[in-house]
């Protein structure tokens, strides 16, 4: 909440242009890793709670847990899928937007506070996953999701279900020991995006 109250307060000064709110992130994020880092260093017995949640751990999480994750998120995704119409306006421009009666400002703010709640919902709990919500969209679109409605829908059911392959994976993989789910989606979706890559550029190079 406080992440996101900097970012609200420091957008409005750039009106939510997207390089500088982008950098804003960034900033946050190296200030957070340098707090994450000092609390490392102290060498308490917390230390390795901080190391499993950084690893995108699924080990700690209770039944209890996990159905509250699961209410919470399906109520933050349909909100968000009943959206679906301003998030279409607003992705062809601010002047679209407001010259089709959306109020560009309220909805931006709406649609950044569900961002930021559905990932600090998940966050909380299971830790860092950052490649599910890279690899996940991207997949959509190569799957012929073009809409911003089946791009929320399919994403959302491609990143549950990568997380799931990705939790079994890191606990068969080297039993009796386990990877961390986040760990394992983080060798997937950088193995993926570097066959992408290679692949962009023999393209190119043909």
């Known amino acids: 909440m406080t992440v996101l109250f900097i970012l609200l307060l420091l957008g409005r000064r750039f009106r939510f242009a997207a390089a500088p709110m982008i950098l804003t992130g960034v900033a946050l994020s190296a200030l957070i890793e340098t707090l994450i880092q000092f609390s490392l260093m102290k060498g308490t017995d917390e230390v390795y709670d901080i190391l499993r949640w950084l690893a995108g751990s699924t080990y700690r999480v209770t039944p209890d847990q996990a159905v509250l994750l699961c209410v919470v998120s399906s109520v933050l995704i349909l909100l968000s899928l009943s959206l679906h119409k301003v998030l279409t306006l607003m992705s062809m421009g601010k002047v679209t937007a407001a010259a089709r009666g959306v109020a560009v400002r309220p909805n931006f703010v709406l649609l950044l506070m569900l961002a930021a709640a559905l990932c600090a919902s998940v966050t909380a709990l299971l830790g860092s996953i950052v490649f599910i919500s890279i690899v996940a969209p991207h997949l959509a679109s190569l ?23 990705s939790d079994w994976l890191g606990q068969t993989l080297i039993h009796p020991n386990q990877l961390a789910a986040g760990t394992m989606v983080a060798i997937i979706g950088g193995a993926y995006f570097i066959l992408i890559l290679l692949r962009n550029r023999r393209s190119l190079s043909r």
Do not use: D, E, N
């Open 143 to 165: 799957l012929g999701a073009r809409t911003v409605l089946s791009q929320l829908s399919v994403s959302a059911l491609l990143g549950a279900s990568l997380l799931q392959f």
